[in-house]
């Protein structure tokens, strides 16, 4: 049994052997392995930025945490870097930064940092891009990779802050952009949206029927705002390739215990959950994306209350079932899942308005929160708090089609990131 290695140099001399007859077949040609042949670094404000480039298509990546370091191993990659190709130009947090090319032809990119760093990596077409920044330092850390390589392709309309659009008595037809298809990626096409093995998301308008949620000054609901959101959502996964469901379609109430039921019944591989948020303060703007898990944050603590809204037995004496829920649900392997779809969402919903429609979103980052809604998925499950309808003119602006589109629009985009594995967020 021959190993990997030596098959791939027996291919590369009947390569060589047939391209000095003046014949190179496709098929011989297409064997050849990408090799990563540079690496650059770049900093951008409190992140580092490291471009590892290469000469054919990007493998797809495999992502593992070890301690202070982060693996990415490649498949069949040769390496024509020197093992430390930064050497002499990594700084905090990065200690350093290696490229080894083990048997079997894999490579493997291997970064360690100094104390605590988040980091997002994305894959594109002939190259690796890696953030890093100290934890904390950078809070959208993913977006400028968003920006310069995912950025809307749709006119820029300005939409000052002062004059936003009239907010529409019915549901406008979405107008979906597709999401520009990656040389790496291979796109699912609609008649293979439906077949078994594609995945599914399951869509969650919150509230509905006789409980409301939350509400602007000017009367406009939560329940039927998330409810268009939704229903946009749906349409652009469509457009994307991407199963959708939705757990309401209508004006009804459903129990927040059910929602997720639902989903388990419908095995999804995604839970997202639409709500819009509210504060005291009505100056507040912006969007926040949460994942399962415990907190000590008094403004989440009273988000979470607000949602949870004492049904399906969460509140007073029952906080005690939920923390227990919570503690074992931090042993669950979903749960880093849902924090990295979290923040890719966080990432490009406020990258896509911002390039989009010519706004400034505030970015309130990825958290985490006891919301009982997000209890007992079995698979990766998200709550996704829009923007505020107590501030007016961001109320204003989430009850427009053209805002709801592109809103969408990138939390489909984030959701393909997620199912092809060509964006990745996490914490070292």
């Not at 945490?65 to 191993?73: M, P």
């Not at 991407?242 to 927040?256: K, P, Q, V, Y």
């Not at 819009?276 to 979470?304: F, H, K, M, Q, W």
């Amino acid at each position: 049994m021959y190993s990997d290695t030596v098959i791939y140099r027996l291919i590369a001399l009947a390569v060589a052997a047939v391209a000095q007859l003046g014949v190179m077949s496709p098929a011989l040609a297409a064997l050849d392995p990408p090799t990563l042949n540079s690496a650059r670094i770049e900093r951008r404000g409190p992140t580092l930025e490291l471009h590892f480039g290469f000469d054919g298509a990007v493998p797809r990546l495999n992502l593992s945490e070890h301690g202070n370091k982060l693996w990415i191993e490649l498949a069949r990659t040769r390496v024509a870097t020197p093992p430390r190709p930064l050497f002499g130009q990594e700084s905090g947090p990065i200690l350093s930064v290696r490229a080894i090319e083990a048997d079997g032809g894999k490579s493997r990119i291997v970064v360690e940092v100094i104390g605590k760093a988040d980091y997002a990596v994305a894959r594109l077409p002939h190259e690796i891009v890696l953030r890093i920044a100290t934890t904390g330092a950078d809070p959208n850390i993913a977006a400028p990779i968003v920006v310069h390589n995912d950025t809307p392709h749709r006119s820029r309309r300005a939409l000052a802050r002062s004059d936003p659009p009239p907010a529409p008595d019915h549901l406008e037809p979405a107008s979906v952009r597709p999401l520009p298809q990656q040389a790496s990626v291979e796109p699912v096409t609609s008649s293979t949206a439906n077949a078994p093995g594609h995945p599914l998301v399951m869509i969650d308008p919150g509230h509905g029927g006789y409980d409301p949620g939350t509400q602007s000054s000017s009367g406009v609901l939560e329940k039927d705002l998330a409810l268009q959101i939704a229903t946009r959502l749906k349409s652009s996964l469509a457009a994307r390739g991407i199963r959708a469901e939705l757990t309401r379609s209508t004006d009804e109430f459903i129990s927040l215990s059910e929602r997720t039921r639902i989903a388990n019944n419908a095995s999804a591989d995604l839970f997202v959950s639409i709500h819009l948020n509210s504060s005291p303060n009505t100056d507040t703007t912006g969007i926040e994306v949460y994942y399962l898990n415990n907190t000590t944050d008094r403004a989440t603590i009273r988000l979470a209350r607000m949602e949870n809204g004492g049904a399906d037995g969460y509140g007073g004496s029952n906080d005690s079932n939920l923390n227990y829920i919570l503690t074992d649900l931090r042993q669950n392997y979903k749960a880093a899942e849902a924090a990295s779809v979290a923040r890719m969402i966080d990432a490009q919903t406020v990258a896509d308005l911002d390039a989009g429609l010519g706004l400034n979103v505030n970015a309130l980052g990825a958290k985490m929160g006891p919301f009982y809604v997000l209890v007992g998925a079995h698979m990766p499950a998200v709550l996704v708090e829009c923007g505020f309808l107590s501030n007016p003119g961001e109320a204003q602006r989430l009850a427009g089609s053209g805002y709801q589109d592109v809103l969408a629009g990138a939390i489909a985009g984030s959701v393909v990131h997620y199912f092809n594995a060509d964006l990745a967020v996490g914490n070292l």
